[in-house]
């Protein structure tokens, strides 16, 4: 038996959708609005889940505070108030949502957390977000 813990985080970023391969024309065309040359910023609501067990002692899945150590040292210094278009991670993709909640499932996975990481999870807007499984927590496959 697993029992699930989600945490949720505000950082905010701007962006702007642009693949420097195709031409002007063939973004616009792909990006609309959001390919505008000065870009726009959204509040990111980003839900980190982990997975484990619930420790007898504590009765907790993991230290929250733990979790959220490593979520704002990796996650929110690297990304809150930047335009991702400028930061390493977005030098050869485009900095989508769907993009930034890879990159976010692939830093998470690579620095110890207090609990195993499930899935994460961003709200781009109220109508938008993104979901990045990893790849133990597909439907179907036994761990
Ligand atoms: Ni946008």
Known sequence: MKTYLT???LFVASHRLHN???SDVANREIFGRCNNPHGHGHNYFLEVTVSGQIAPETGMVC???A???VVSREILDRFDHQNLNNIQDFSTITPTTENLAMRIQQILSGVPLPANLERVRIEETRNNSFEYMSRESEPGRER
């Open 20 to 22: 420097a391969s195709l």
């Open 63 to 65: 230290d929250v505070a």
């Open 67 to 69: 979790l959220d150590s």
């Open 7 to 9: 945490r949720r985080y």
